[in-house]
Structure formats: structure tokens, C-alpha cells
């Protein structure tokens, strides 16, 4: 008995750290890598919305084109706007050194940032930014505390304020808990719209830290379906041979 109870305090013993250590909790990411039309939109959003700020370096326009199902043609014609070909790097045109200036930080290249921080955490940190007049950019946010990035997103979401609960530990002290937000300014989008196209650009910037990803899936299919065949073959053969020992 004492041990189920042990193995069962282990099994969620990280759970609970976890919780204590990222404070508000992660929403769930859906990100689907082969819904392209998804892709297409995170694209979109990404060059018009982060571009001016982040690149994604290791990454080519064309690449991205025909992973994502576009033509060259149509990248040229709606995903390009720094004069950039069509075969470059999808670098930005922001100096790092101004960059530096004008946030007290460079704004990071995006290429890897799915993998390095994960999904769930890239779609709460779009959808958690609230207003803190005590910050520069008088935004603040719920997964990244004092960030240095605006909430480059507001038209789309509005604005929203932040709600807390006062939580009372046993001994009577209080701490203020962020719990949720309160549309203060509405957006051109809807609160489910917005959340939404925050799927998109999670689901693109997934796609952008490992672009081979998908490929990688389809030759592991072909990988499983030649070991099963090769299994039926080798057993076979193994009947075969030892059929006049038995
Ligand atoms: C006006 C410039 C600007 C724009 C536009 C911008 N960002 Fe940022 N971003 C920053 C800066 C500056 C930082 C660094 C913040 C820091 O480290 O305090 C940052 C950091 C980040 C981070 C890293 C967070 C972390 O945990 O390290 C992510 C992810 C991010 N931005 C995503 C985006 C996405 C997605 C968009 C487009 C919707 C975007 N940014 C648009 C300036 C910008």
C-alpha cells in the first residue's frame, strides 16, 4: 500500500512543480501540420504582424511556399513585402542594434521558437497580453512577465485587463493570482476568431521549426510498412529452412 501511495506522489509530484513554476496555466495548443489551408493563414499573419520585429532565418520563401502549398507566384505576390526573392532567407529588415535600442532586447528569430519553448506556451503568450500602465509598452503578460514585446495584436484582439483572485494561505497572507481577462477595447476580431488565427500562427511557426517533419512521417510509414513485409518474408523463409530439422 505504502508503495502505491509513493509511486502515485511520483507520478504527479512534476505535474505540480510544473504548475507552481509557470504560474498561469497553458492552454492547449491545436495544431494540426497538415491542415495547409491553417499554415497558409499563419503565414500570412506572421509576415504582416511579426516580420517587421523577428525573422525566421532558417528559412526560405520558396520552401515555405511549397510546403505550405502556395506557388511561388503567390508568396511573391501576397507574403513578400521587404523586396526580398523569392529564393532568400526570410530574414527581416530590422538592424539588430536599433532593434536593441528601441526594446532593451533583440527581438528573437522565430525559426526554432516552437520547439525551444513549445506550442502551448506560444498560444497562451498571443492571447495573454493585458494592460499594465507600469510597463513601457503599457502592456504586460501572463506567461512572460515583463516581456519586452508590445501586444503588436491588439487591433485584431482589442485590449483586454487582467483579473485576479486574492488567494488566503493558512497562516492569512495574501497573494494576488492571475486568473483571466476582461475585454476592456474590443478588436476587429472575436474573442473565438482571434483565438482561432492564434491556432494559425502557432500551427506556422510549429511547421517553421521543423519543416521536415511532415516528410519525416510519410517515410516512416514506408519504413513500417517494409518491416512487416519483411517480417512475412523472413518467416517464411525460417519455415523453409528448418522445416526438415523438426
Ligand atoms: C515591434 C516589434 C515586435 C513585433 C512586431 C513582434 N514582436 Fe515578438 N518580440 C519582440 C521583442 C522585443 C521580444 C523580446 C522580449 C523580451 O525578451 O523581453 C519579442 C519576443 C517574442 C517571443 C519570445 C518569447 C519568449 O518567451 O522568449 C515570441 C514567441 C514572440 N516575440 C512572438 C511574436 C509573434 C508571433 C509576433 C507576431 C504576431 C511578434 N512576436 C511580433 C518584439 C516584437
Redesign the pocket.
Same mark, same amino acid.
Not at 516581456?147 to 508590445?150: E, H, K, Y
Given at each position: 500500500m505504502k508503495k502505491i501511495v509513493l509511486a502515485l506522489a511520483l507520478l504527479v509530484l512534476p505535474g505540480l512543480s510544473l504548475a507552481a513554476t509557470a504560474g498561469y496555466p497553458l492552454m492547449k495548443a491545436p495544431i494540426d501540420l497538415h491542415d495547409k489551408p491553417s499554415l497558409q493563414r499563419g503565414a500570412k499573419?506572421?509576415v504582416n504582424?511579426?516580420m517587421?520585429?523577428?525573422s525566421l532565418e532558417h528559412q526560405r520563401y520558396n520552401r515555405m511556399a511549397r510546403d505550405i502549398g502556395l506557388t511561388d507566384e503567390e508568396v511573391k505576390a501576397n507574403l513578400i513585402f521587404t523586396g526580398a526573392k523569392v529564393g532568400d532567407l526570410m530574414k527581416n529588415a530590422m538592424p539588430k542594434a536599433a532593434?536593441k535600442q528601441w526594446?532593451g532586447?533583440t527581438?528573437?528569430d =522565430?525559426t526554432v521558437?516552437a520547439r525551444s519553448?513549445g506550442v502551448d506556451y506560444?498560444y497562451t503568450?498571443?492571447q495573454t497580453f493585458y494592460q499594465d500602465p507600469t510597463r513601457p509598452f503599457g502592456v504586460n503578460n501572463a506567461v512572460?512577465p515583463n516581456?519586452?514585446?508590445?501586444h503588436?495584436?491588439w487591433q485584431l484582439q482589442g485590449m483586454q485587463k487582467a483579473v485576479y483572485e486574492v488567494h488566503k494561505d493558512h497562516e492569512g497572507n495574501e497573494t494576488k493570482v492571475l486568473t483571466g481577462f476582461e475585454l476592456v477595447q474590443p478588436g476587429s476580431m472575436s474573442a473565438p476568431q482571434f483565438k482561432e488565427s492564434m491556432a494559425d500562427?502557432v500551427n506556422f =511557426?510549429a511547421y517553421a521549426g521543423e519543416p521536415i517533419k511532415l516528410e519525416r512521417q510519410k517515410v516512416g510509414i514506408w519504413v513500417l510498412l517494409f518491416l512487416g513485409l519483411a517480417f512475412v518474408v523472413f518467416y517464411l523463409l525460417k519455415k523453409e529452412y528448418w522445416k526438415d530439422i523438426h
Open positions: 499573419l506572421f504582424y511579426c517587421g520585429c523577428h532593434a526594446f532586447v527581438p528573437p =522565430l521558437i519553448r506560444l503568450y498571443l512572460f516581456a519586452g514585446m508590445p503588436v495584436l500562427l =511557426l
